[in-house]
């Protein structure tokens, strides 16, 4: 599967901004489908992610409460909606596709990444 991140852009702290990320390639429902973060200087960091069907979310504690993950299997697109963005929240965030097996959390058990986009907070 192919997987391009898009909606990064320069916010303010406060606002708020949603990163969609578009599959294409084998049936998009078939995985889990999650977030990741780099901030400059910083390992590549677990955000969210979403079961195959949508009904289940899971969310790092950072972020729990301010970003909702969903899916639309429709569409072959996974969303991430963020609100009250801060300054620690500014780095390159990627999608990410793996099949339903093992921890939804560690970033080495995805077998598909997308090619990031750049979210920036200015405080």
């Known amino acids: 599967v192919q997987l391009q991140a898009s909606g990064g852009g320069l916010v303010q702290a406060g606002d708020s901004l949603r990163l969609s990320c578009a599959a294409s390639g084998r049936t998009f429902s078939s995985y889990v489908m999650g977030w990741f973060r780099q901030a400059p200087g910083k390992e590549r960091e677990f955000v969210a992610a979403?079961?195959?069907?949508?009904?289940?979310?899971y969310y790092a504690d950072s972020v729990k409460g301010r970003f909702t993950i969903s899916r639309d299997n429709a569409k072959n697109t996974m969303y991430l909606q963020m609100n009250s963005l801060r300054s620690e929240d500014t780095a390159v965030y990627y999608c990410?596709?793996?099949?339903?097996?093992?921890?939804?959390?560690?970033?080495?058990?995805?077998?598909?990444w997308g090619q990031g986009t750049l979210v920036t907070v200015s405080s």
């Open positions: 979403t079961s195959r069907n949508g009904g289940y979310t």
């Open positions: 990410a596709a793996k099949v339903p097996v093992g921890d939804f959390n560690w970033r080495g058990g995805y077998d598909y």
